[in-house]
């Protein structure tokens, strides 16, 4: 009883360390994705700026 306790211990303690392995990598991959979304976010930000100034401008020109 204890040699099986013992071993079904090991084999727990393998599928835990396995997953965990597992759910490491898919938060990795997640983590690299919502990096790579908020880069692209930052870019319309700027891009946005960029515009709202544009149009800020030709308003002044068109209105003043």
Known sequence: PLGQVSELAEQLE???FHL?????ELIHERLQA?????ERLEE??????????TVEAAY????L
């Open 44 to 53: 319309a930000r700027a891009e946005l700026r960029h515009v709202c100034g």
């Open 34 to 38: 919502l990096g790579q979304v908020m």
């Open 60 to 63: 002044r020109d068109l209105c």
């Open 20 to 24: 965990y392995d597992f759910h490491n």
């Open 14 to 16: 393998e599928r835990l």
